[in-house]
């Protein structure tokens, strides 16, 4: 039997208001979504003029920043011709997001979720990411 810690609605919101008041700083709206930590959808935001598109991405980019339990930027060198995990991005349907802007969530050394951000660039979808975190982690002290 295994005990699991996991992301509750609370701390979706948490990340989610954090993310947003980022972007909504930088000046560009985002579609956030938060995972637990098998990468199942717990919440998700489309911002006002957060791209349609995005909205998918932004959700993979949480499912394996959580499922695989590392950052989707990580998997963008990882998967490029000749590197170990060349081809990654086709995995499981397509979903395996190699781009910036999926962080796991971590607590106490343990995936505990993921948050994916999409509509920006790369760097700026990261940054949003690490925005919604600093607030969650901020609320935990």
Same mark, same amino acid.
């Given at each position: 039997?295994?005990?699991? *810690? ?15 008041? $980022? ?8 579609? /956030?979504?938060? *995972? ?16 349609? !598109?995005? *909205?998918? /991405? ?13 950052? !989707? $930027?990580?998997?963008? !060198?990882?998967?490029?011709? =000749?590197?170990?995990?060349? =081809? ?25 979720? =993921? ?5 920006? *660039? ?20």
């Amino acid at each position: 039997m295994k005990t699991v *810690t996991r992301l509750d609605l609370d701390d979706a919101r948490l990340l989610i208001a954090g993310a947003a008041a $980022h972007a909504a700083e930088i000046g560009v709206p985002m579609c /956030i979504a938060v *995972t637990d930590e098998s990468g199942q959808l717990i919440a998700f935001e489309r911002m006002e003029g957060g791209k349609v !598109t995005s *909205t998918t /991405i932004a959700i993979d980019k949480a499912f394996t920043a959580a499922a695989a339990k590392k950052a !989707t $930027h990580d998997y963008g !060198t990882a998967s490029q011709p =000749g590197a170990p995990a060349y =081809g990654i991005n086709s995995a499981i349907g397509g979903r395996l997001m190699v781009v910036g802007g999926g962080l796991p969530v971590v607590w106490k050394g343990e995936v505990v979720g =993921g948050i994916g951000i999409s509509s920006g *660039t790369p760097a700026q979808d990261q940054a949003v990411a690490q925005a919604g975190l600093d607030r969650w982690m901020a609320a935990q002290e």
